[in-house]
């Protein structure tokens, strides 16, 4: 299994999940279209690596902005990764939210709540 | 009005009219954030403006009639959207109109009625029951556009005018006011 890298653009986001070290990150803008489209080999990535997570997660998560079909996108990746969690495994999830973006705060704390995971929540000064 | 006004060197306006594609929500979107980022130093009404304009373009787009060449209209351009985004000293309006099939409307309706009667606090539990239900509709949207819209820019005006025996006019309009200095 390789890692996944999948390079930022104006409406889709860094997808960097390494495999070798267990640090993921998931980080920018995520405003297309068609959200199905482009995070169905993120899903199915997570969902191979959970096979054989190792010991130790770290996914960090930085968005500037999601549009509502990315949202959804977003909470399936999560979850992939929460039954990660759930299964017994460590796993670290840390959501970054620009200074004063009182929306990414609050979707970080949403999705926490859904979940039912503690998140790291932190201010970081710009994405 | 007073055209003069749109000349205020701290206020956007923009309108489009014709058919709308994913490639010029691209444009109209990024003319739009470069001009917020000149003008708009309040990040959170920054991206409120930012996010309900796209969500209403990304919207329009999917959900514009595909109308049958024998039911084009003499009148109206019905392929057509409008999308409109001014601002003045109270904030920011943005204004669209599409043509929508009769039997498509009273859901349509009914939808934003049914939104705008709950508490800020419902529209929050409405969103998260969308979001985690695994429904997408065949053109891959998952039913949260307007509950964003309503969760960032409060209530959803909208105006239905009759054109024909098949087809009605949705005028939409979304106000994100700026604080109060």
Redesign the interface.
């Known amino acids: 299994m390789e890692q996944l890298l999948l390079e930022p653009k104006?409406?889709t986001p860094l997808v960097h999940f390494d495999n070798k070290t267990g640090v993921m990150f998931l980080k920018g803008m995520s405003?297309s279209?068609?959200?199905?489209?482009f995070y169905k080999p993120v899903l199915d990535w997570v969902e191979r690596y959970g096979k054989s997570p190792l010991e130790s997660t770290i996914l960090n998560i930085e968005f500037k902005?999601f549009?509502?079909?990315s949202?959804?996108c977003i909470?399936d990746v999560l979850e992939k990764f929460a039954n990660i969690y759930n299964m017994g495994n460590n796993v670290v999830f840390n959501w970054h939210y620009?200074?004063?973006?009182?929306?990414m705060l609050e979707a970080g704390e949403?999705f926490s709540e859904?979940l039912g995971i503690p998140f790291n929540i932190s201010e970081i000064e710009a994405i | 009005m007073d055209i003069h006004k749109k000349m205020q060197h701290n206020s956007i306006s923009l309108t489009f009219k014709g058919t709308l594609t994913?490639e010029l929500?691209?444009s109209i979107v990024a003319i739009i954030s470069n001009r917020l980022d000149q003008i708009e130093s309040n990040?959170?009404i920054k991206?409120?403006v930012?996010?309900v304009m796209?969500?209403c373009l990304?919207n329009l787009?999917?959900h514009v009639e595909k109308i049958n060449e024998e039911d084009y209209s003499p009148h109206f351009d019905q392929q057509s959207t409008l999308f409109n985004i001014d601002s003045d000293e109270k904030g920011y309006h943005i204004t669209t109109g599409n043509f929508v099939a009769k039997e498509k409307m009273e859901n349509l309706k009914n939808w934003l009625d049914e939104i705008n009667s709950l508490s800020e606090q419902e529209i929050k539990e409405l969103y998260?029951k969308i979001?985690?239900n695994?429904n997408?509709s065949e053109k891959?949207?998952?039913g949260?556009?307007f509950?964003?819209m309503a969760k960032?820019a409060g209530k959803l005006k909208y105006k239905i005018d009759a054109i024909d025996d098949k087809y009605e006019f949705f005028a939409f309009n979304l106000n994100i006011p700026k604080p109060i200095a």
Not at chain 1, 33 to 37: A, G, P, Q, V, Y
Not at chain 1, 98 to 103: L, V
Request: negative net charge; hydrophobic residues 30%; proline residues 0%.
């Open positions: 104006a409406k405003c279209e068609n959200s199905l489209e902005y549009n509502t079909s949202a959804k909470l620009e200074k004063n973006d009182e929306e949403n859904i | 994913f929500i691209d990040l959170v991206k409120k930012y996010g796209l969500e990304q787009c999917f998260n979001l985690r695994k997408y891959g949207t998952g949260l556009g509950v964003d960032k």
